[in-house]
């Protein structure tokens, strides 16, 4: 099986074709339930943020992989492959390994260093084996992507300003201190964006959100004050600084609430929803300032330095993981050949038994034990040696060699690495 990405993001398409591929929960689910279900693919997660819709499948066959997905991703989205196809990136085998690791340490994200992403993968790896599909391979690649990000953190300081897309935007409409701030929406953004004021020193924050109940869970841990959605008009009346990140399908804040809000004041607001929740047309308003996710792609994190210093790790990782898969490649060779070795000296003290019956137990105990021993010599520096150059690349062709020079069953070495039957599950 073999690792592949399709995906789209602020890199291959802008926010009006990102809105049309937005996935909230339940279609993400369903992306990668039939995702998983279709005839090439094995395993698969979704990878779904305010500037991204990935995939990742472990696939028998690219071609029929990337078609399964594509197709897919476009019946779930209701976005004609034809118009999705030109922004779609494909990753496969080692560049998809690569480019889930620029993912996790935030190289690819519109805050360059981001410490967002690290959690969003997290969280779908977690949502992936809840599903059930996320399998081994997956499993594998993930859990790697997640070390690497931890490790990209410790090492350098890609993060040290712990840069968001929340914090970036605040910047973008003239910070935040001593602002009264209303924010729109109850989920990770509003919360990030609730203590990211409220420590920074807004003067007050205001949360509103269509689930009241949820508005006010979120201002009983960080603080704020909860209103209900109907409430906004007359807290935008209030507000200098707003927040916008529902995960709603239509316009929240429209040009005519901001307008009369406004009154030619100052304000500014922050649109980090996807799909947007603020109407174009404030940015046309007067006084306000409006920033969205667009105006926020390409925004710096880390230093220079500590970017290049991320690249080289990301490349560290990949090369290990990818050497770390071509060894595990040629175990099931090594299995099946040390198991062919035991079938032969079998049959053959099964014949010497027959021509030499006279034997006592001693005696065909010490033959059998000088055969085995005789063959496992004989196998000891080409197992090993396989093992070794399995690491490098271009090494799964020494178990290729193997199994010709061997004559070995492609069916028993198959075998080796067939999931077994459990009767209970396992806990990650």
């Not at 039939?34 to 991204?52: D, G, K, M, Y």
């Not at 118009?83 to 889930?100: I, P, Q």
């Not at 690819?108 to 992936?128: A, C, F, H, N």
Request: hydrophobic share 45%; net charge negative.
């Amino acid at each position: 099986m073999s690792y592949l990405v399709v995906g789209i993001s602020h890199r291959s398409g802008d926010i009006s074709v990102l809105e049309r591929v937005a996935l909230d929960a339940d279609a993400a689910t369903k992306l990668a339930i039939t995702v998983q279900h279709s005839p090439a693919v094995s395993e698969s997660a979704v990878l779904a943020t305010c500037n991204r819709t990935e995939v990742y499948a472990n696939v028998d066959r690219f071609h029929a992989g990337m078609d399964e997905v594509t197709a897919i991703l476009s019946d779930i989205t209701g976005v004609p492959l034809l118009d999705l196809a030109e922004h779609l990136y494909v990753h496969f085998e080692e560049g998809a390994v690569a480019h889930l690791f620029q993912v996790s340490v935030g190289l690819d994200s519109m805050v360059v260093g981001e410490s967002q992403i690290l959690g969003q993968v997290k969280e779908s790896l977690r949502v992936g084996q809840d599903l059930e599909t996320i399998g081994s391979g997956l499993n594998a690649l993930f859990q790697h992507a997640l070390r690497t990000g931890k490790r990209a953190r410790t090492e350098t300081g890609i993060d040290s300003a712990g840069r968001s897309v929340v914090t970036a935007g605040l910047d973008a409409v003239g910070g935040f201190e001593g602002r009264r701030a209303l924010i729109v929406g109850a989920g990770s953004m509003a919360s990030l964006a609730a203590q990211t004021l409220i420590n920074g020193g807004a003067a007050s924050v205001t949360i509103a959100n269509r689930n009241h109940e949820r508005a006010i869970a979120l201002t009983e841990r960080i603080g704020g004050t909860a209103i209900p959605l109907a409430g906004v008009p007359d807290a935008l009346a209030e507000a200098d600084l707003v927040v916008s990140c529902t995960g709603a399908r239509g316009t929240v804040l429209t040009e005519e609430m901001i307008r009369n809000a406004s009154d030619g004041r100052p304000i500014g607001v922050l649109d980090v929803a996807l799909p947007r929740d603020v109407e174009p047309g404030v940015a046309r308003i007067p006084g306000v300032t409006l920033v969205t996710l667009a105006d926020l792609a390409g925004t710096a994190g880390g230093s220079e330095h500590d970017i290049d210093e991320v690249r080289r790790i990301v490349g560290e990782e990949t090369g290990a993981f990818e050497a770390t898969r071509r060894a595990a490649s040629v175990a099931p060779t090594v299995v099946a050949l040390r198991a062919m070795a035991s079938e032969l000296v079998d049959s053959e003290l099964a014949r010497l038994d027959r021509r030499l019956p006279g034997l006592d137990e001693n005696q065909r105990h010490e033959v059998a034990r000088t055969i085995r021993r005789v063959v496992d010599k004989v196998l000891h520096t080409p197992t090993v040696r396989v093992k070794e150059l399995a690491a490098d690349p271009g090494g799964p062709t020494y178990a290729d060699a193997l199994r010709e020079l061997f004559a070995l069953d492609p069916a028993t070495v198959d075998a080796v690495t067939a999931p077994k039957t459990t009767t209970g599950g396992e806990s990650a």
